[in-house]
């Protein structure tokens, strides 16, 4: 499931509708916002443009997440400043149902979901029919197993807190896990657990 950090009061409502499907984190000011991109990875931050000094500042760090800045009317300098260092610029009043094909766009062209197929090595996952390939050979998966494959190609590089995957699977199965993370390495995955954080990274 993709994390969003949303930073806009006005859209407070917004994951319970438009991107219920996902994971998402509400910053309600600059405080928040540090401490969050601090402790945590995002897929995608969509933030009130009163962020934007707060965002530069994380931008120089080498922050390459996908950015969404909304704003409360349309300023010239404010959509060149956005387009200098992020991805789109949204002007309120916000239709809810353009925002939510508006993230998703952008997902799709981070991750090149558009072609359904994700390659990892000599693996082939298509996302619409949840199957993998070794080559030219179908791979059997579990339903969770197909699952978590799509989870961990989708975040390559990335650290997964165990939490978060369980959540994703909807299990509460440490060894459940474990034995899901040694099938998909004997497959051909590289997943390294990391006992300090409990994490899992797909390498």
């Known amino acids: 499931m993709y994390k969003v950090l949303l930073a806009d009061l006005d859209l407070n409502t917004t994951p319970q509708n438009e991107l219920i499907s996902y994971n998402v984190d509400l910053a309600y000011n600059i405080e928040d916002f540090y401490n969050m991109t601090y ?79 994700i390659t990892y090595k000599d693996l082939y996952f298509y996302t619409v029919s949840k199957q993998l390939y070794q080559k030219k050979l179908k791979v059997k998966l579990s339903p969770n197993e197909a699952k978590l494959v799509e989870y961990f190609l989708c975040q390559v590089g990335t650290p997964l807190s165990k939490v978060d995957i369980l959540d994703y699977l909807e299990s509460s199965s440490d060894g459940t896990l474990r034995v899901y993370i040694s099938k998909l390495n004997k497959i051909g995955f590289s997943i390294r657990y990391e006992r300090a954080n409990l994490s899992y990274t797909l390498e």
Not at 73 to 88: E, M
Not at 98 to 117: A, M
Request: hydrophobic share 30%; charged share 30%; aromatic share 18%.
């Open 39 to 117: 402790n945590n990875k995002y897929d995608l931050y969509l933030l009130n443009y009163y962020y934007y000094d707060a965002y530069r500042e994380l931008k120089d760090t080498g922050d390459t997440t996908i950015t969404l800045f909304t704003d409360e009317y349309y300023d010239i300098n404010h959509l060149k400043n956005v387009f200098d260092i992020a991805d789109d610029y949204i002007i309120k009043p916000i239709n809810l149902q353009e925002l939510k094909i508006r993230v998703e766009y952008q997902l799709k062209k981070l991750y090149n979901i558009k072609k359904k197929i």
